[in-house]
């Protein structure tokens, strides 16, 4: 069955930095396209960034564009999310998802002072 853990989430500090993992796993990983959206709480879904089959195309929100990377590594069927610089506005829970039918359980990011 189709599977996607994520982690590397927590609390940090405003101008901080946390990699977010995301564990795949019942698909053909290296055959789709990945995504990572967030929400904050109280607040609506938010597209943060995503990431074609081989790396070779990525696309960012301006309001991460510049401080997050997405990146993937196929022989390890495991999605990333660099990201740095953080400010408070980032707090959320952060999903790695096969959109759009299977999403992960997310992991929480906090960033506070």
């Known amino acids: 069955q189709v599977q996607l853990v994520e982690s590397g989430g927590g609390l940090v500090q405003p101008g901080g930095s946390l990699r977010l993992s995301c564990a795949a796993s019942g698909f053909t990983f290296s055959a789709y396209w990945m995504y990572w959206v967030r929400q904050a709480p109280g607040k609506g879904l938010e597209w943060v960034s995503h990431?074609?089959?081989?790396?070779?195309?990525?696309y960012y929100a301006d309001s991460v564009k510049g401080r997050f990377t997405i990146s993937r590594d196929n022989a390890k069927n495991t999605l990333y999310l660099q990201m740095n610089s953080l400010k408070s506005e980032d707090t959320a829970v952060y999903y790695c998802a096969k959109l759009p039918t299977y999403w992960g359980q997310g992991t929480q990011v906090t960033v506070s002072s």
């Open positions: 990431i074609n089959t081989d790396s070779d195309s990525t």
